[in-house]
């Protein structure tokens, strides 16, 4: 009986480890994973020992490297040429964030379904149709064509690689052990492929579709109305209002005399786009930058900011390195798989970047001339296009995904309208055109002066953004900068007649009459995503840019600054101060002075009128408004535009305070008539509903931080335990400290110019994307205060500082 015991107990050991040993379906086999010998175990890493000194051998390495860490992990990189510092900034950059190095260029050329399958195929797709792939080549011949891109972009790779080389299974970072796939080797094409990706993560949803359907519904006076291009109630552009602009612009291209027939574009039932956005447009997401001149400063010299908002991942979008050579000496945050620093500072100067939101993405009704889409009707010719085979290796499935991409000159033809048999919508998009943006951040890095600043931003492509500048000269300045299609007023608000050549792009607007403003009387420079301009500037860039709450606050408390520190613009990028709610809540309260309100009611409107516009972790008042003005918004329009686009806010606040009597506020599938009272009563009631059913009745739990749940997720999206804890944060959508739930700083930056430069700056969560280092969380807490770390910015890697931990001498192998 014993015998037969321990051979039932031998097969079903055998069993079980040959179950663990295979993949199931497209998951991977646990065995690998859970194995003491190459799985999760393996990755705990331990603090970097402050004493210590290790030396690498490394293949493909020119000369000798000196890396100095400090005690939050940031690399300080100490090379004798270029080459050199490139090789090691993507050998420690792929030794922290290799997964999200992989993960993120996958994903910008449509191969993240070769190992998750068939879920991520249409997101694949999207990419394939999109033309990721053809944008990323085209950009690669320009930048290999160039011998500092060339060597940046080789270097980088072959430290990519020699990492990956030396790794043996027990090493993989932990996603590649859970997902069941091994590292492949890196090339120059995937640091494009996460120029793209960053390209398209800040181009905006195109409207157009939409926009035509509202203009057939509704006719060009009444879009003219409800969807004004520039805004009605309040605004403070980037390039303070009434400056002078000193150039002769070109002659603007003419719009079509017959422009498309409304009945040519089919009322949409669903968003066709290739870029539609999943959830809508969220109002005043973007980011910050300023700078203060030397008369603001108790320094003496400028002091410059700089926040970008962006979704909050675990690792973090940015990556902190100081990078040395004879010719740099500079010190910031890069993209994890692009050489060089993004946003940051030297000796000499310092730089940051907020989005544009240009317009530079147009949807084109394209007229085949059959099924075959094999030629295209423009400029009253038959033209060809041209075929791109896109091929996607799908996990668990014996055969790929092939699909042809169809081009025409205004791009990839991705979509259709609801009443085509094929595609006809092409797209025309920035990512497709050939540059070398790289080149801007290279020539910044190592920028002197005002000068060198405008020379690098001659070479950027895009996505258009805001470069805020500061020098040791004194010099503030910001740019609207990007390579911006020459157009005429509204071109790409509606979708364009691909038959007519008007509606093409027409050249460029020159890269010296984009807007920018240098040392200007009131002593500094902004931008919070705003307009970029007043109304005076003759060029048309958009008609749709972020609200400007937060531009008036950031504007409102630089104006009244003088002997400032970095502590006094880091209290900025802090403040929770709501502009929204000063503007619009007293209005609103009036209103509730009408109306019946119970006990409950009562003391919320009574919170309301106490409280100071402080969007606070612990505001109650700042839940209950927060939860109120989206549901107001919706209940005016959502009747009329279902699941078009709906007013911006700026128009919906000038309807309150300005129009109380238009029809908009009635609902037109209700037979009574709704007026603004009505709903603003309905709404104040069943906002307060909202918070009494998910949070009980009024009290503490009803405190904004615990309301909005702030929480930092993995890249996966799905390993919660990878997840930060839910965090005490205040600010919000329209809150210069712009935190929601994903989103938010994803850096904060602040750089005191002089000459000893001094820099403070954090990221939520730490150099490490492996969540099993001490590095993976360790700038958490300080960041979720609102604090800073000081940047140690060396000139020797055998300077001395309290910071610095352990050494790594990196050597020819």
């Known amino acids: 009986m014993k015998f037969v015991k321990a051979i039932l107990s031998l097969a079903v050991t055998i069993g079980l480890a040959y179950y663990l040993s295979c993949p199931l379906g497209p998951a991977p086999a646990l065995g690998p994973f859970l194995s003491p010998f190459t799985g999760f175990w393996q990755n705990g890493e331990e603090t970097l020992d402050p004493k210590s000194q290790e030396v690498l051998e490394v293949a493909g390495l020119k000369d000798e490297v000196t890396v100095r860490f400090d005690d939050t992990g940031v690399p300080h990189v100490f090379a004798k040429n270029n080459y050199d510092l490139f090789y090691t900034q993507g050998y420690l950059t792929a030794k922290d964030r290799l997964w999200q190095m992989d993960l993120q260029t996958r994903a910008a050329a449509g191969r993240l379904s070769e190992i998750l399958g068939k879920v991520t195929l249409d997101m694949d797709l999207r990419s394939r149709r999109l033309g990721m792939g053809y944008g990323a080549e085209e950009n690669l011949k320009v930048a290999m064509s160039d011998p500092r891109s060339k060597e940046a972009l080789t270097a980088y790779s072959a430290g990519v690689n020699a990492y990956i080389e030396q790794l043996s299974p027990k090493d993989y970072p932990v996603e590649f052990k859970l997902l069941g796939y091994k590292p492949e080797p890196w090339k120059p094409i995937n640091t494009l492929y996460m120029l793209e990706q960053m390209t398209l993560t800040l181009t905006s949803a195109p409207d157009e579709q939409m926009m035509s359907s509202i203009l057939k519904k509704y006719g060009k006076s009444v879009t003219n109305d409800l969807f004004p291009d520039y805004p009605k109630l309040q605004e403070s552009p980037i390039i303070p209002a009434g400056t002078i602009w000193d150039f002769k612009p070109l002659a603007i291209p003419k719009a079509p005399v017959k422009p498309v027939r409304r009945d040519s574009i089919s009322f949409l039932q669903k968003s066709g786009s290739i870029l539609a956005r999943e959830s809508p447009r969220e109002d005043g997401i973007g980011s910050n930058n300023w700078a203060i001149g030397a008369e603001k400063s108790i320094t003496g010299y400028p002091i410059l900011a700089n926040d970008p908002h962006l979704d909050l991942s675990l690792p973090s979008i940015w990556y902190q390195i100081q990078l040395h050579s004879p010719e740099f000496n500079v010190y910031g945050v890069s993209l994890p798989g692009v050489p060089s620093v993004i946003i940051g500072f030297n000796q000499n100067v310092a730089w940051g970047v907020t989005n544009v939101d240009a317009d530079v993405t147009d949807t084109y009704k394209i ?447």
């Open 367 to 813: 007229k085949f001339k059959d099924n075959s889409r094999e030629q295209y009707w423009h400029d009253n010719q038959w033209k060809p296009t041209r075929n791109r085979e896109e091929v996607v290796q799908v996990k668990g499935s014996l055969t790929p995904r092939k699909e042809t991409v169809i081009y025409t000159h205004h791009g990839p033809v991705t979509d259709s309208d609801s009443g085509a048999a094929v595609p006809n919508m092409a797209v025309r998009w920035i990512g497709h055109q050939p540059g070398n943006s790289f080149i801007t951040f290279y020539e910044l890095n190592k920028a002197k002066n005002y000068d060198d600043y405008r020379s690098a931003l001659t070479h950027y492509l895009g996505p258009a953004q805001n470069f805020v500048f500061a020098d040791n000269s004194k010099n503030i300045a910001i740019t609207v900068n990007g390579k911006l299609p020459l157009k005429y007023k509204d071109q790409g608000k509606f979708v364009l007649d691909g038959t007519n050549p008007a509606t093409d792009w027409h050249g460029w607007i020159p890269s010296e009459q984009n807007p920018y403003v240098r040392n200007p009387t009131r002593g500094f420079v902004s931008s919070a995503n705003q307009s970029s301009t007043d109304t005076t500037y003759p060029y048309y860039i958009n008609w749709v840019f972020a609200p400007s709450e937060r531009a008036i606050r950031i504007n409102e408390r630089l104006q009244a600054m003088s002997n400032a520190n970095a502590d006094s613009l880091r209290s900025i990028q802090n403040d929770n101060y709501n502009v929204q709610a000063r503007t619009v809540l007293p209005r609103l309260l009036e209103i509730l002075e009408t109306s019946p309100l119970n006990s409950a009611q009562k003391a919320a409107k009574i919170m309301l009128a106490n409280w100071n516009y402080q969007n606070s972790p612990e505001s109650v008042a700042a839940s209950i408004f927060e939860e109120w003005m989206p549901a107001l918004r919706s209940a005016i329009w959502n009747d009329e535009f279902g699941s078009l686009i709906i007013p911006t806010r700026d128009r919906t606040l000038y309807l309150i305070l300005k129009q109380p009597n238009e029809k908009w506020f009635d609902n037109v599938n209700t037979p009574e008539k709704e007026t603004l009272n009505t709903l603003v009563f309905g709404t104040f009631k069943s906002s307060l509903d909202t918070l009494t059913s998910r949070h009980g009745a009024m009290n503490a739990s009803w405190a904004w931080s615990k309301v909005k749940g702030t929480e930092i997720r993995h890249l996966s999206r799905s390993l919660k335990p990878f997840n930060s804890k839910i965090l005490n944060t205040g600010g919000g959508s329209s809150i210069v400290n712009a935190i929601t739930k994903h989103k938010g700083p994803s850096w904060r930056m602040v750089v005191e110019l002089g000459p000893t430069p001094r820099a403070y700056g954090i990221y939520p969560g730490g150099q490490s994307g492996n969540p099993g280092s001490p590095y993976y969380l360790n700038l958490l807490d300080k960041w979720e205060k609102g604090e800073l770390n000081e940047l140690i910015f060396l000139r020797s890697p055998d300077e001395r500082n309290t910071h610095l931990s352990s050494k790594v001498i990196l050597r020819k192998k």
